[in-house]
């Protein structure tokens, strides 16, 4: 599966932003997906992840309650819903997936996909 992350930008501290991750290639076979995010001089952390049916997921504490992940399987997509962000909330966020997966997934490591990241800034 490849993937493509977009819809990142420049948003005001409270606002909104939504992410989507387009997948191509082996899309008829069921994946897991998972949002991480990088921000400048840190490590990789995990944001979201959901189940191929959509009907399990998990969030960071430190998003939970701002974030929602979702996604259209009819579309190949995977969103990432973002409000009331927050400064430290800027970062490069970058969407994963494990094929053949049926839960969700929280270590990056678990991954056997990954897009390119999109730039989301919050400014204060």
């Known amino acids: 599966v490849q993937l493509q992350a977009y819809g990142g930008g420049l948003v005001q501290a409270g606002g909104f932003l939504r992410v989507s991750c387009a997948a191509s290639?082996?899309?008829?076979?069921?994946?897991?997906a998972g949002w991480f995010r990088q921000a400048p001089g840190k490590e990789r952390e995990f944001v979201a992840a959901?189940?191929?049916?959509?009907?399990?997921?998990y969030y960071a504490d430190s998003v939970k309650g701002r974030f929602t992940i979702s996604r259209d399987n009819a579309k190949n997509t995977v969103y990432l819903q973002m409000n009331s962000l927050k400064p430290e909330d800027t970062a490069v966020y970058s969407c994963?997936?494990?094929?053949?997966?049926?839960?969700?997934?929280?270590?990056?490591?678990?991954?056997?996909?990954w897009g390119q990241g999109t730039q989301v800034t919050v400014s204060s």
């Open positions: 994963a997936a494990r094929s053949g997966g049926s839960s969700y997934y929280l270590n990056s490591n678990e991954y056997d996909s």
């Open positions: 290639g082996r899309t008829n076979s069921k994946y897991a």
């Open positions: 959901i189940s191929w049916s959509g009907g399990y997921t």
